[in-house]
């Protein structure tokens, strides 16, 4: 086309980016590369190699490595020897090799966006200005923790060795999310990058080596999902850190259960996009485009699901259309293009696969008529209307760029649509009111919430899921704890090991029936005045109950000897308060919407209720322990001491301004996970009963406590002090009885968001296997004794991370 004609049309000439840089590289490296250990290129034993495509061209670029057992040792084994230097190198030196990283990341940012857009297919002027410079700002901001980690984070140790697995979508980004953090706070790595797209990963290697940084403590190891299995399982690794599908989110997290490995999961998403009659509606729809077309949809937080006020639907899907017909799709290294390629065939087909299930489903497809490229992987940007909100289309993540559309009258429907999903990674919502805006966006359940804006990132600001997208933040202040652990802590190896294998023969779980005990004869005479019996309840939805099955255990003393019976806990008591403690969150206000000043009140109000009763409940915990007095007294002033800790944290722990590239406000709240279910251990009955506890309900979750199953009469006295201290119905359940029975329902209930065991190693195993249903949230001891008593181990942080998921919303400012 001559440039008059071009002038004539108004049509786009095309702008091809160069790829001889790319090319050379590769060139360089005779298209076929090894693997990334302690600084040096090795070539696998097996000699296996996988191709890298282009997949607008259908071009090969390079073949890569497939590594094998012995490779992976290598690099688990070079990431170990790196540690012991790494994690003892003062902040500043390691804040230089951060920042050093950075730059040469600046210094190559034209050939990291060429190669990154040849390999994946998306548009140069996404990796040019969104992927490589976001990946950069990783870098920076990370220097900068390192170089505050030893002043600002004194209490806290680097976790150690990190297997670290990523996906295709954002291969450097995605690198840079998992890697900068964990360096920065002393750990070394093991990462591999998704096979369709390996090429940036090792690119970046060299830029690592190119900043001098010490070999081992990052190692690039490519290969196929059976290397992410051996670095899952390594027993040298001491945390996985994965982004990817939530089926394999799943596996990982049973491979890992029960390890004592920590793991962290970035899973899928279907975000509502959500649009209301005062909405500016051009903004909204050039936000849509954003949302669901940027890197051809796929995208983890992509805003797949639009929903749109029934007044302005017509209007708005229409508007929607019209703009859908200027996209531009076509060769990634296009400057002026909108979409490039899908990543590879099978995610071609995938996506088709799912617009036909859409027209099954009774949706109408709509395609805007443009030209797609007649060579490569293109798929023209898709909506889907008239479906039903139950429709496979609408509730699953299609990761392509396909959106669907459903419409809503009200905020309270919208809301509920919008949290109609097992995901919450993110959600998007689009009103001039701001009011509104703020409001929905506080009660939609996902770890970013964008108003008035879509896929705005930056690495002052923690991006992760609520529910099954996964849990563990990635950027900002929160996702620096998911490479640490508290200074006093090693990493837990659990002498009990399950595998698959025995978990299906295992009895954990099963009730155990208490046998019945009878109390000796004492030989009295019968003419002295008999005790009062008192008969310990449970205690649910703000009322004292008998047990479901009727039945009771028997609470022995030191010598054997009966103290007390409780009930026999089984599932319907736990059903019963898990209903308790989510209608505690519906109540008005809710537990979790109360400010924190009234929850502090609360808690302050039951630390001083309890320590009206000091004596008596000193009494018990030497009635059932045989500790001494001087120890029972000294357990029951560290348990008001602890909710007075936890009742100064409730109205201190709300969350941060985030100090984001934004221009606005990026607010990251820390908000409660639920309904928390929580088994306690048997040492420091009272103590760790409250040390649970307090945290739990100052944070705004509402609890099931299964107190210790050994001597659960602290607990069954406690809830006299709950109820004279105004605590809300529902708010604090206990269930006594069989502990792991008890937690085995808990953990199998799908309205639970989290689990707490505080018991066995066999028992952590499968919370952590169970868990992985629904992706409850879990924190487990792996049979490990705390030092209650101490403020290192008993009270802290640890807690309060352990009660919270951040989510971050994000707030435009100005025109
Ligand atoms: P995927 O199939 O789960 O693969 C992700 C990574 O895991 C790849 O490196 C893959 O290796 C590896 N892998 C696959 N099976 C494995 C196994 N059994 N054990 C260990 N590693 C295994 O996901 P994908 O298709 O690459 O990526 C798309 C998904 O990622 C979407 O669901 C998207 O929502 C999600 N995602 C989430 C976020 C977030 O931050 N929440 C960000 C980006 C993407 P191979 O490539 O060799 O198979």
Redesign the pocket.
């Known amino acids: 086309m001559s440039v008059l004609e071009v002038f004539e049309t108004m049509e786009y000439g095309p702008a091809p980016e160069s790829a001889a840089a790319a090319n050379a590289w590769l060139e360089d490296h005779k298209r076929r590369f090894g693997l990334f250990i302690d600084n040096e290129w090795v070539t696998p034993r097996e000699r296996d190699y996988y191709p890298s495509y282009n997949p607008a061209t259908g071009e090969m670029l390079a073949e890569t490595a497939q590594a094998g057992r012995e490779e992976v040792d290598a690099a688990v084994a070079a990431a170990r020897r790196a540690f012991e230097s790494w994690s003892a190198t003062p902040g500043h030196i390691r804040a230089r090799y951060l920042y050093a990283i950075a730059r040469n990341i600046q210094k190559h940012h034209r050939l990291l966006a060429v190669l990154e857009s040849m390999d994946n297919g998306k548009p140069i002027r996404e990796s040019r200005d969104i992927d490589v410079p976001l990946l950069a700002r990783h870098f920076y901001y990370h220097a900068g923790w390192a170089q505050l980690v030893e002043a600002e984070l004194p209490g806290y140790q680097p976790v150690g060795v990190v297997g670290q697995?990523?996906?295709?979508?954002?291969p450097l980004l995605?690198l840079g999310w998992k890697i900068a953090p964990a360096i920065a706070m002393g750990n070394t790595v093991v990462i591999?990058?998704?096979?369709?797209t390996r090429l940036t990963a090792l690119l970046f290697a060299e830029i690592v080596a190119e900043a001098g940084l010490p070999p081992g403590v990052i190692n690039v190891v490519t290969?196929?999902?059976k290397a992410?299995?051996m670095?899952?399982t390594h027993p040298n690794v001491d945390k996985i850190a994965?982004?990817?599908?939530?089926?394999?989110?799943r596996?990982?997290r049973r491979q890992t259960a029960g390890s004592g490995k920590r793991l962290s999961l970035?899973?899928?998403?279907k975000s509502p996009f959500v649009v209301f009659e005062d909405a500016d509606l051009d903004g909204a729809i050039e936000g849509v485009v954003d949302a669901i077309w940027f890197n051809q949809g796929?995208?983890?937080?992509a805003g797949s699901r639009l929903l749109v006020q029934e007044n302005i639907a017509d209007r708005f899907i229409s508007k929607l259309k019209k703009r859908m017909g200027h996209l531009r799709v076509g060769d990634p290294l296009d400057k002026s293009i909108d979409m490039g390629a899908i990543v590879d065939k099978t995610q071609w087909e995938t996506i088709d696969g799912w617009v036909k299930t859409g027209i099954k489903e009774g949706g109408l497809v709509f395609q805007p008529d443009i030209k797609l490229p007649e060579k490569g992987l293109f798929y023209p940007p898709t909506l889907i209307t008239h479906l039903d909100p139950a429709a496979e289309t609408v509730c699953e993540?299609i990761?392509g760029p396909v959106l669907v559309s459903l419409t809503f009258r009200s905020p309270e429907e919208a809301i509920e649509l919008a949290n109609n999903t097992r995901y919450g990674?993110a959600a998007s919502v689009w009103s001039d009111n701001i009011n509104l805006a703020l409001d929905v966006a506080s009660k939609l359940k996902a770890g970013t919430v964008w108003v008035n804006s879509t896929n705005l990132f930056d690495a002052a600001s923690g991006?992760?899921?609520y529910r099954e997208?996964?849990f563990g933040r990635?950027g900002g202040w929160e996702g620096l704890f998911e490479y640490l652990r508290p200074a006093g802590q090693a990493r837990p190896r659990p002498a009990v090991r399950v595998d698959e294998a025995s978990r299906e023969k295992s009895r954990w779980g099963e009730h155990v029936p208490a046998r019945p005990v009878w109390p000796a004869r004492d030989g009295k005479n019968g003419n002295e005045m008999p005790e009062v019996d008192r008969t310990p309840k449970m205690y649910i939805g703000g009322k004292q109950v008998r047990p479901d099955g009727h039945y009771t255990r028997a609470v022995l003393g030191p010598k054997g000897r009966i103290v007390g019976q409780v009930g026999d806990g089984n599932r319907k008591d736990i059903r019963d308060a898990v209903e308790a403690a989510h209608a505690a969150h519906l109540a008005q206000p809710g537990w979790a919407m109360r400010h924190g000043y009234n929850r502090s009140q609360i808690l302050y109000f039951i630390g001083e209720n309890l320590a009206a009763r000091r004596e008596e409940f000193a009494r018990r915990i030497v009635a059932m322990t045989g500790r001494s007095a001087k120890s029972a007294r000294d357990e029951v002033e560290k348990s008001v001491e602890r909710l007075f800790t936890y009742a100064a944290w409730a109205d201190k722990y709300g969350g941060t301004i985030q100090e984001t590239t934004l221009r606005g406000v990026t607010l990251g709240v820390n908000e409660p996970i639920g309904v928390l279910g929580i088994a306690c251990p048997d040492e420091y009955p009272l103590l760790a009963f409250v040390s649970l506890m307090a945290p739990a309900i100052a944070r705004g979750n509402t609890v099931v406590m299964i107190p210790s199953e050994k001597h659960p009469l602290s607990a069954t006295d406690f809830y006299q002090v709950l109820d004279t201290s105004d605590v809300p119905p529902g708010v604090v359940n206990i269930v006594t009885g069989d502990r792991d029975h008890l937690t085995k329902t808990l953990i199998e209930h799908e309205d639970v968001d989290g689990v707490w065991y505080f018991g066995s190693a066999e028992g952590s195993y499968h919370v952590e296997y169970e868990s992985a249903a629904n992706m409850k949230r879990t924190w487990v001891s792996y049979g490990m004794a705390r030092d209650w008593m101490s403020a290192e181990q008993g009270e802290g942080h640890e807690f309060l991370h352990e009660a919270t998921q951040v989510k971050n919303i994000w707030v435009p400012t100005g025109e």
């Open positions: 697995i990523i996906p295709w979508n954002f995605m591999k990058p998704a096979s369709y290969g196929s999902s992410g299995t670095i899952v994965f982004t990817g599908s939530t089926e394999v989110g596996i990982l970035e899973l899928g998403g796929q995208v983890c937080c993540e990761f990674l991006f992760g899921g997208s996964g990635e």
